[in-house]
């Protein structure tokens, strides 16, 4: 295992379009805090922490701007005149492997949103962070749902090894997404203000769908995952199916 934690986690995006042109977006996280390197100075006036605040937004007047949108602003800047279904072949380079998928222009940013999102210092979306550590393009809603439980059953075990009481019962994460849902519909409203055509706000609408499923998924008991767990939950003294 790779225990080197003081060099930068590199992800790449390169996103080739049907008209022969192509874009590259890089993406450096800090291998011990998962935070996003962002070296850009930029800092629109939508980042302003008053504008389209969230409604849940925990931060004062002493932070100047929303961390989530200055995180968002040079990726905005880029795809600011972009269409949601421009289709484009997408390669990303993460610190394991190569992912590459022919997808329209929002699933693509979906991914890449999401994970600028985590990464910045957002109160609330740094709940998420470890996912970054493991990020996973063009993910599905089953996928996410599977590693979000995941990562929050690892914390609580970790907590649990600090002596404090875990939550096994999910109830926290229900409450992570449900307020990350206001949040998606904060940096929505931002996002709107900063674009001329609508991929980048669609990436965040399609975060927002997924984000939407996980509590009714945990909700309902996790019923679509119970199969595939049949030889931890099957009755002692029955037959496996």
Request: proline residues 6%.
């Amino acid at each position: 295992m790779n225990s080197d934690q003081s060099k930068p986690l590199h992800f790449e995006y390169r996103f080739e379009f049907e008209n022969g042109t192509s874009k590259q977006f890089p993406v450096d996280l800090d291998g011990q805090t998962l935070n996003y390197i962002n070296n850009s100075p930029a800092r629109p006036e939508w980042t302003e922490l008053h504008f389209q605040q969230c409604e849940n937004c925990p931060l004062g007047h002493d932070v100047r701007h929303c961390p989530v949108a200055v995180n968002l602003a040079p990726l905005v800047e880029e795809f600011k005149d972009s269409v949601s279904f421009e289709k484009a072949t997408v390669t990303v380079k993460a610190p394991d492997r190569t992912y590459v998928k022919e997808t329209t222009l929002q699933k693509a940013l979906s991914s890449l949103v999401g994970m600028l999102m985590v990464t910045s210092d957002c109160p609330i979306m740094v709940k998420l962070r470890p996912m970054a550590r493991f990020h996973l393009p063009f993910a599905t809603t089953f996928e996410t749902m599977y590693r979000a439980i995941s990562m929050y059953l690892t914390a609580q075990q970790l907590v649990r090894r600090k002596g404090k009481d875990p939550d096994w019962d999910l109830k926290g994460l229900v409450k992570i997404y449900k307020d990350i849902s206001t949040v998606n519909k904060g940096i929505s409203r931002r996002l709107s203000a900063a674009s001329t055509k609508d991929a980048n706000v669609n990436a965040v609408v399609i975060l927002h769908s997924l984000g939407d499923a996980v509590p009714f998924f945990i909700e309902s008991g996790l019923d679509e995952l119970e199969p595939y767990f049949h030889e931890y939950v099957q009755v002692e003294g029955q037959p496996a199916k």
